[in-house]
T-cell receptor, first 113, second 114 residues
Framework: DAGVIQSPRHEVTEMGQEVTLRCKPI?????LFWYRQTMMRGLELLIY????????DSGMPEDRFSAKMPNASFSTLKIQPSEPRDSAVYFC???????????FGPGTRLTVL | AQSVTQLGSHVSVSEGALVLLRCNYS??????LFWYVQYPNQGLQLLLK??????LVKGINGFEAEFKKSETSFHLTKPSAHMSDAAEYFC????????????FGKGTKLTVNP
């Protein structure tokens, strides 16, 4: 079975540009999570969805970040405009609701110059 | 608020030696506790989880962890380290109240020497 799929795996962009990260959760999973990992701050939850509805977005750093989940098989995390401090690895994870077992994708390494 | 403290950002052991990675949690409600492993350039993989059943939890790859409420600890152990265990290990906590939000520790990088 395919795991969580993220694209792109690597993204290099210039400050001020819009960046869109994509995630396809494991089929049948109904919870989806977006995390950011940096050396300084470690692994932080940005937002999570249950049944395509955002439940907790308290980790979204600022209005430049937005996330959507238009259907059960796709989610996006958008940064507009991007800044160098957004450089990080962004992970998507999915799970069955209330299973407390999250499956992580391989991550997207974002570099903002 | 929940938090997790992992003692030691780097741990080095010899192949065949005991692995002990420390995790202490802070939670105002009974927690669920997790250990994840991250290999270089990969996502995190669940090793084991405690969800209020047996306090000694066995996971994959020979790892186990014991929930000790009196010590607010959930240390990860493996009797004999293998070279393939070299990775970064993360302890995480969530509350049993229904939120699926995980709070992660800073991670411990394990090096296994031949």
């Amino acid at each position: 079975d395919a795991g969580v799929i993220q694209s792109p795996r690597h993204e290099v962009t210039e400050m001020g540009q819009e960046v869109t990260l994509r995630c396809k959760p494991i089929s049948g999973h109904n919870s989806l999570f977006w995390y950011r990992q940096t050396m300084m701050r470690g692994l932080e939850l940005l937002i999570y969805f249950n049944n395509n509805v955002p439940i907790d977005d308290s980790g979204m750093p600022e209005d430049r970040f937005s996330a959507k989940m238009p259907n059960a098989s796709f989610s996006t995390l958008k940064i507009q405009p991007s800044e160098p401090r957004d450089s990080a690895v962004y992970f998507c994870a999915s799970s069955f609701l209330r299973s407390h077992t999250q499956y992580f994708g391989p991550g997207t390494r974002l570099t903002v110059l | 608020a929940q938090s997790v403290t992992q003692l030691g950002s780097h741990v080095s052991v010899s192949e065949g030696a005991l692995v002990l990675l420390r995790c202490n949690y802070s939670s105002s409600v009974p927690p669920y506790l997790f250990w994840y492993v991250q290999y270089p350039n990969q996502g995190l993989q669940l090793l084991l989880k405690y969800t209020s059943a047996a306090t000694l939890v066995k996971g994959i790859n020979g790892f186990e962890a014991e929930f000790k409420k009196s010590e607010t600890s959930f240390h990860l152990t493996k009797p004999s380290a293998h070279m393939s265990d070299a990775a970064e290990y993360f302890c995480a906590v969530s509350d049993q109240g229904g939120s699926e939000k995980l709070v992660f520790g800073k991670g411990t990088k394990l090096t296994v020497n031949p």
